[in-house]
T-cell receptor
Framework: GENVEQHPSTLSVQEGDSAVIKCTYSDSASNYFPWYKQELGKRPQLIID?????GEKKDQRIAVTLNKTAKHFSLHITETQPEDSAVYFC???????????FGKGTLLTVNP | DTEVTQTPKHLVMGMTNKKSLKCEQH?????MYWYKQKAKKPPELMFV???????INESVPSRFSPECPNSSLLNLHLHALQPEDSALYLC????????????FGSGTRLTVV
């Protein structure tokens, strides 16, 4: 099965700073790489995703970069705001079984 | 309608009880999923239904029994659960099993006493 590692496990930044979370995976056949945001007591929500034929994707303050050779992808949040505080999960999709394997999560705290 | 609706939101049950969790979506999605999430942990896949047929069972104990009566509904029948089964149970759906982008429901917080 897919082995997924996510770092860091916690991240504290000042409002306005940037935040970067990294995810490494093991399945070289993986070709879909989403990031989910889960606020306390709420459902996971897809915030951005990327497919293997693209190196970078941006949506306003959020971007995802993919390095397929090194088997890692990263979430970048710029100009962080307190409402960005949440747990973020990477969840690469297995190449053969289409299953999402969630990383252990990163607790992001944005301090006003 | 762009939501996945789960009922009940909270459930407390004894170890000898039988209860069911319900999940409903009207987005025309043909893949539906059950996940279990313990506190401060990532969601863990339990079952996948694709076109109303069980596609993946992640070696889940038989005290959890899924059912997909039609393309809009997904149930999870619970029987003889253990306290360690207490968790948030999340339902999700996607267009198909190979289509990316899940929509999650708000979950049922289950407590087994």
């Amino acid at each position: 099965g897919e082995n997924v590692e996510q770092h860091p496990s916690t991240l504290s930044v000042q409002e306005g700073d940037s935040a970067v979370i990294k995810c490494t995976y093991s399945d070289s056949a993986s070709n879909y790489f989403p990031w989910y945001k889960q606020e306390l007591g709420k459902r996971p929500q897809l915030i951005i995703d990327i497919r293997s034929n693209v190196g970078e994707k941006k949506d306003q303050r959020i971007a995802v970069t993919l390095n397929k050779t090194a088997k890692h992808f990263s979430l970048h949040i710029t100009e962080t705001q307190p409402e960005d505080s949440a747990v973020y999960f990477c969840a690469p999709e297995g190449g053969s079984n289409y299953k999402l394997t969630f990383g252990k999560g990163t607790l992001l705290t944005v301090n006003p | 309608d762009t939501e996945v609706t789960q009922t009940p939101k909270h459930l407390v049950m004894g170890m000898t009880n039988k209860k069911s969790l319900k999940c409903e979506q009207h987005m025309g999605h043909r893949a539906m999923y059950w996940y279990k999430q313990k506190a401060k942990k990532p969601p863990e896949l339990m079952f996948v239904y694709s076109y109303e047929k069980l596609s993946i069972n992640e070696s889940v104990p038989s005290r959890f029994s899924p059912e997909c009566p039609n393309s809009s509904l997904l149930n999870l029948h619970l029987h003889a659960l253990q306290p360690e089964d207490s968790a948030l149970y999340l339902c999700a759906s996607s267009h198909t099993q190979t289509t990316r982008g899940y929509t999650f429901g708000s979950g049922t917080r289950l407590t087994v006493v």
